[in-house]
């Protein structure tokens, strides 16, 4: 029973290995035109900072209206950004989110704040805060190279 007991939780150890992703393996991000928490594109520049961002970072990062053929062909080689906003009356907080083409979360930010009054400061300081998690990442694209579709 004992060898039982202990070779399952080997094989449970092994999968669950297993199934972790690489963040490395992903060629692309894709970032809304409009976060949910807002009624409108672009609101105080926040998904032009994202893309920016991710950039700075090495992302290869497109919106999601202007995604290039090779990549609508592949969605599974990319991720989905998402900022939700967590913000409370005296706080502004972002949590940004990466989750593959099964809605599987393959990253999940530290909570971004800013005590900042002026919403447009307040946002933009927040997901600053929040993206130094995604500089801790040191992305560099290790997967397949990506072949154009013809």
């Known amino acids: 029973m004992k060898k ?19 963040i490395n393996n992903y060629a692309y991000i894709v970032v809304p035109k409009q976060f949910d928490f807002f009624k409108e594109p672009d609101k105080y520049q926040l998904n ?8 700075k970072y090495g992302f290869t990062a497109y919106f999601d209206d202007e995604l290039p053929e090779e990549y609508i062909a592949t969605p599974c ?13 005296l706080r502004t907080k972002v949590v940004v989110t990466l989750t593959d083409c099964r809605g599987n979360v393959v990253f999940k930010s ?3 704040e800013s005590r900042e009054k002026e919403y447009s400061k307040s946002f933009n300081l927040a997901i600053r805060d ?3 998690d995604v ?16």
């Open 110 to 112: 530290k909570e971004g």
């Open 48 to 55: 032009g900072l994202t893309k920016f961002l991710f950039e």
């Open 130 to 132: 929040a993206f130094e």
């Open 77 to 89: 080689d990319g991720l989905k950004a998402n900022v939700s906003n967590e913000s409370s009356m």
């Open 4 to 22: 039982f007991f202990l070779l399952t939780i080997m094989l449970l150890s092994f999968v669950a290995v297993k199934a972790q992703t690489n």
């Open 135 to 150: 500089e801790a990442l040191n992305y560099a694209y290790a997967g397949k190279p990506v072949v154009a579709v013809k």
